[in-house]
């Protein structure tokens, strides 16, 4: 069964036992749920990046600039294509390859000598940095491939985009975080202790949801996208 926000933090006082709106208000109890919420979303990300459709956006390419924002709302990257010229068509796009500075055994040829028909990037918190780095900007010229992270829970009717059977677990982790703010430390390792257990059975149950299924990723001048079905 699906829960709303309401009824999250209604189990959320009730596994603390902590029901005292004045010591502790509606909305305190929200951000507890909500750092759960995102705990629960990380989690199902690591286990099955796939739970969660893709998103795309693009970027504008500048001129003698290697370093991009990532999209605010990105959990994690799943691919990288760029256009050094402007683009007409998916097909103008190249798949960037993944570039990690440590494996870089000369600069010159590794960073400086990239070519554009080979594009690298190297993820980086919250940036993406681009090899070679374009020598004139290109309006749309890069892509992002990405996981988004979901909207947060605002009113009390929402629902947190994971699956209906860990859903409490959000409120879970809440009360454990009340429990510790207000000293009840047995109670509040109890709790976490479930938390964490819920969080590996998910795990576990999610890898192995679409194990047999193609990857999502493929080739530009392959099947197009829309033709596949996508569970999602």
Request: hydrophobic residues 35%; negative net charge.
């Amino acid at each position: 069964m699906q829960l709303t926000a309401i009824q999250l933090r209604n189990q959320a006082r009730f596994k603390s036992n902590f029901s005292d709106t004045t010591a502790l208000t509606n909305a305190e109890v929200l951000i507890q749920l909500n750092e759960g919420y995102s705990k629960l979303i990380s989690a199902i990300v690591e286990s099955n990046q796939d739970y969660f459709e893709e998103q795309k956006a693009l970027f504008n390419l500048v001129a003698n600039s290697s370093l991009y924002s990532l999209p605010t709302d990105c959990i994690k990257v799943k691919q990288v294509r760029i256009a050094y010229s402007t683009p007409t068509s998916e097909s103008d796009y190249v798949i960037a390859n993944s570039y990690d500075p440590v494996d870089t055994f000369d600069v010159q040829i590794d960073e400086s000598q990239v070519p554009v028909s080979n594009p690298q990037v190297d993820i980086t918190n919250n940036y993406c940095r681009v090899f070679p780095r374009p020598t004139s900007s290109v309006a749309g010229g890069g892509q992002y491939y990405y996981i988004a992270r979901p909207s947060a829970l605002t009113l009390t009717g929402d629902v947190m985009i994971v699956p209906a059977d860990y859903q409490e677990l959000a409120s879970t982790y809440a009360a454990s975080k009340i429990s510790e703010r207000f000293n009840d430390y047995s109670r509040a390792d109890r709790l976490t202790v479930e938390f964490t257990a819920g969080i590996e059975k998910m795990k576990g149950e999610l890898a192995g949801r679409e194990m047999n299924r193609q990857y999502r990723f493929r080739n530009i001048t392959e099947v197009p996208r829309h033709k596949t079905t996508e569970i999602g």
